[in-house]
């Protein structure tokens, strides 16, 4: 098992994968304990962010410590079912996120905006 492991730490990574996921359609009223049981599975988290603004909500940005557990959490928690909803979890892009930004969104943290009034918890 451990040199499986080893093998797929040594792969080579598409360019869009990277730490931070943007996971869409989940249910309004999830709380961040559940988030971390979720995707806390997958490896050591830094920071969930979860929007709570009338335009964020039912989006969250996911930022994992290391690469390879946040491709993993991508790989397995797409379309993962919660609470009768199907995630979908995408690698953060800022040059996508920003296009779309406006204050509220979750692009507007991690995508270097500054947007006034944005509301978020942790």
Not at 25 to 46: Q, T
Not at 92 to 100: A, E, G, S, T
Request: contains cysteine; proline residues 7%.
């Amino acid at each position: 098992m451990a040199a499986a492991a080893q093998r797929a730490r040594n792969q080579r990574l598409p360019p869009e994968v990277n730490r931070a996921l943007f996971v869409r359609n989940l249910p309004f009223n999830i709380a961040s304990d559940e988030m971390y049981d979720i995707f806390g599975k997958y490896g050591p988290i830094r920071q969930i962010r979860i929007g709570t603004t009338k335009e964020a909500r039912g989006t969250a940005y996911v930022v994992y410590e290391d690469i390879y557990d946040a491709k993993n959490a991508c790989d397995h928690l797409s379309g993962f079912n919660v609470a009768n909803r199907y995630l979908i979890v995408l690698y953060f892009n800022p040059v996508r996120q920003n296009k779309k930004v406006r204050p509220g969104l979750p692009g507007a943290a991690l995508g270097g905006v500054d947007a006034p009034g944005r509301c978020w918890h942790v």
